[in-house]
């Protein structure tokens, strides 16, 4: 057996013997032929391949859509002086979208479909998926499920939020069939929303998009780095606000807010009157004095009364750091025990705080932008040693906690979020869009 390497890279395994194929080719990305050359060597194969390659399969370029799923994670900031004429660009463009009659509707319900799958909703799916540009016209109506429509379904789901699984599920359908109109809509609501931002940001900038529950770390106008999030329910809603970031609690106390003792704490102990010793919370009077939670009347609202306070550790609900922010709303950035809830595609969890993951990357980088005698080691030293440490920023970094959902980068993708609040009114409620 021998590996060879066929067009772009891939690992071909043919048989000297036989000169078959071992690989499945629609795994690599390729048209639905076998290489069958019978006896002859391995060398007249590949040539096969070579040849084949020219035919229209290989003409139409579809190998690139590959390539147009990382395009659509550009180190541009979402939130620039220039996002503003990028989206005015896509407005165009939606408009001509919408005068040619938007896109038609994807089926719904029934089995999600995935590659391999032979359906006449494939026909449906690659109809719109080539109206949005997602899949490129030569691709054609087939009822097949192929690679192409695979890495297109992907890139679509990169560009509304969605875990890029290349399945048709119903979360996807439902994103597939929001009209052109009421997306021309949303870029024009975001548009009014980065004009009133086109200024200067600074050369160092956080920026929390809470649509998409997503944090960029920007320097010199690009993206050092980008986190997931964890943002604020439909209740309990992250704020909107410009700040500054001026400093850091390694290994914190966490003091429960009253609106989180009132909505959370006093019904688990309801539930559970051991959750306060699970969890390594402590009580205290305003004067300092300790207490146990047999002196409070669960059944009412006096435990708002005290000071609830998570000692450091494991279990803390800050996790590992915090980042403060000057704010009014008692909010503020911070690391998280639960980790799982960044792999998941609705990230709306929180009580207005913002969970950040991998934050000691953006802890290292906002220590590093201003405090120069730290660096990843040293924050990873810190938070090994589970003591308590409070670093200020020689020099505070601006921070944007905005809400966009609807944006377009200078490679010409447009990006969509779910309007999680109901900021936009995108279906003329009459409730003006909160900017």
């Not at 620039?80 to 040619?100: C, G, K, M, W």
């Not at 409070?296 to 005290?306: F, H, K, M, S, V």
Request: hydrophobic content about 35%.
């Amino acid at each position: 057996m021998n590996l060879f390497t066929g067009p772009f890279g891939k690992k071909l395994n043919l048989n000297w013997t036989t000169g078959k194929t071992l690989t499945s080719v629609c795994a690599l990305g390729i048209s639905a032929f076998l290489i069958e050359s019978g006896p002859a060597p391995a060398q007249t194969a590949l040539q096969s391949l070579q040849q084949n390659r020219q035919n229209v399969e290989w003409a139409d370029n579809f190998d690139i859509a590959t390539d147009n799923i990382t395009e659509v994670k550009s180190s541009a900031p979402t939130l620039s002086p220039e996002t503003a004429d990028y989206i005015a660009v896509a407005i165009d463009r939606y408009q001509r979208i919408v005068q040619a009659g938007g896109w038609g509707t994807v089926t719904g319900g029934g089995k999600a479909l995935r590659i391999g799958a032979k359906d006449p909703r494939v026909v449906e799916l690659r109809r719109r998926l080539i109206a949005s540009g997602d899949l490129e016209q030569q691709a054609g109506l087939s009822d097949t499920f192929d690679s192409y429509v695979d890495a297109a379904l992907r890139r679509f789901q990169l560009r509304h939020g969605l875990i890029p699984d290349g399945v048709m599920g119903d979360g996807t359908v439902e994103a597939l069939n929001i009209p052109a109109d009421v997306r021309l809509r949303q870029l024009e609501t975001n548009m009014v929303r980065m004009r009133s931002m086109s200024g200067f940001l600074g050369d160092r900038y956080v920026m929390v998009n809470i649509p998409a529950a997503e944090i960029e770390a920007v320097e010199n106008g690009r993206v050092r780095s980008r986190h997931t999030a964890v943002v604020g329910k439909i209740d309990r809603q992250t704020p909107i606000l410009n700040s500054k970031i001026y400093e850091l609690n390694f290994n914190p106390y966490w003091t429960v807010p009253v609106s989180i003792i009132r909505k959370d704490l006093i019904p688990k102990m309801k539930e559970d009157p051991q959750y306060l010793d699970k969890n390594n919370i402590r009580i205290f009077d305003w004067s300092g004095n300790e207490m146990s939670w047999q002196q409070i009347d669960w059944n009412t609202d006096e435990a708002t009364q005290y000071r609830f306070t998570q000692d450091p550790g494991s279990e803390n609900s800050l996790g590992s750091v915090r980042i403060n922010f000057h704010n009014k709303h008692q909010v503020y950035l911070h690391d998280t025990p639960s980790k799982t809830l960044f792999g998941e595609g609705y990230r709306f969890h929180s009580s207005g705080c913002v969970r950040v993951q991998n934050v000691r990357e953006l802890v290292t980088w906002l220590l590093q932008s201003t405090t120069p005698d730290w660096d990843r080691t040293r924050v990873d030293s810190v938070v090994r040693t589970g003591e308590r440490e409070d670093v200020k920023l020689k020099k505070s970094i601006p921070l944007y906690m905005t809400y966009v959902t609807a944006w377009a980068n200078a490679d010409g993708v447009v990006h969509f979020r779910e309007d999680i609040y109901n900021r936009d009114d995108l279906y003329g409620t009459g409730t003006q869009a909160r900017l």
